[in-house]
Every structure is written in C-alpha cells, then in structure tokens.
C-alpha cells in the first residue's frame, strides 16, 4: 500500500529536494506541499495524508503549534518533525503533542525513508533528548517559563494562548509539564515552586 506524505517546510529547495527524493520510493507517494504552517494545516483537512512531515521553524505558524492544531483536527494523526538541529525544547514538546519521530535534517535519506515506514507501521520512534529531558526533571524550558511568568501574572489559558500565539491545548501542555517537573497539583503550586527557585522574582 502506498503510503502518502504532506511536506510542509519554508525552504523551497529542501522541500523539492524531499519530494523527489521521496517520489522515488515504490511505496510513498507526496500528496501535497506546503510553504508555511497555515498551509500545511488546511492541506491535512484537504487530503487526510497518511503521515505529515513538519519543520520544525516555519512562519506564519510554526512546526510545534502545527503538529498541535494537526493533532486537534485528527488525534491519531502521524507527524514527523524535521529540524535543522537537535534542541532540547523542541523535541520534548514535540513528543509530547504526539509527534512520532524527530528527525534532523542532516540525517541521511534512507533514515528519513525508514522512519516513514516505521511510522506508518505504528511505531512512535524514541529520542536519545528524551532521556536528557527525564534526567533534568525540574529544568523548565525557556517557552516553560515564558507560560510560568504569565500564571504568576494570573492569565488565564485563553490570555497565554493569545500572548504567546499558541493554541489553548498546547498552553495545557505546557502547563501540565511545569506541573509535572515542579511535582505540584495546580497552578499556585507551581508559582510558590517558581519563585522558591528563583524563577521568578518579586
């Protein structure tokens, strides 16, 4: 069964580059390009693609809130991150809105190609980050603590949501992340921790 793909990425070479690469695969088919994450979401509603392929910096919209507004519109949809570098924010919010696999740009193409097929079969690939992002349980990351100092100011979900252009689910997420590193149950919680920590200041 061929197994069909939506590339979205801001870099008209690279997505060229990909869909050709890709075409050349029996068993994938591109469906559909996007330029931008606005894009990318109303060709997922458009062609339903059997896996999406996100970078993970684009305008408009970027890749980490796409994969979210993504994932709203069809919880088992199967995204894949790409990304010219490895950071720790990235891959740990990505996997936790439900991207299944992370890859880098410079990763060969027969990589990109295995992944594909394991995702389609699947799979949700682990990252060697998410065991960094275990080890450091309490380090917040730096859009973590952008979503802390607005708590402490006492915004709601929907204000940060508009603050920070995110949607209401992914400040949930981010939320219920500080929650977890803090190991606290609500809110004022975690502003006490945060500013026991220093993370906030007065």
Do not use: C
């Amino acid at each position: 069964m061929t197994i069909r793909i939506l590339i979205a990425d801001d870099h008209s070479l690279l997505r060229v580059g990909l869909v050709s690469m890709l075409s050349n695969e029996q068993d994938i088919s591109v469906v559909a390009e996007a330029h931008d994450g606005e894009q990318a979401i109303a060709l997922f509603e458009e062609h339903r693609p059997d896996i999406t392929i996100l970078d993970v910096r684009m305008p408009v919209i970027d890749g980490i809130e796409t994969l979210s507004r993504i994932r709203a519109i069809q919880p088992d949809a199967r995204v894949i991150m790409l990304s010219t570098a490895e950071l720790e924010e990235e891959v740990s919010q990505s996997l936790k809105l439900g991207a299944a696999a992370f890859v880098t740009k410079a990763a060969p193409p027969v990589a990109l190609v295995d992944t594909i097929q394991r995702v389609q079969a699947g799979e949700v690939i682990p990252h060697p980050l998410q065991q960094t992002t275990n080890a450091t349980h309490e380090h917040l990351s730096p859009r973590e603590i952008e979503v802390l100092h607005l708590v402490a100011l006492g915004r709601s979900n929907k204000q940060i949501a508009v603050d920070l252009n995110l949607s209401i689910h992914t400040v949930k997420t981010y939320i219920k992340g500080i929650l977890a590193k803090f190991d606290v149950q609500d809110r004022a919680g975690a502003v006490s921790v945060g500013y026991a920590k220093g993370i906030l200041k007065v």
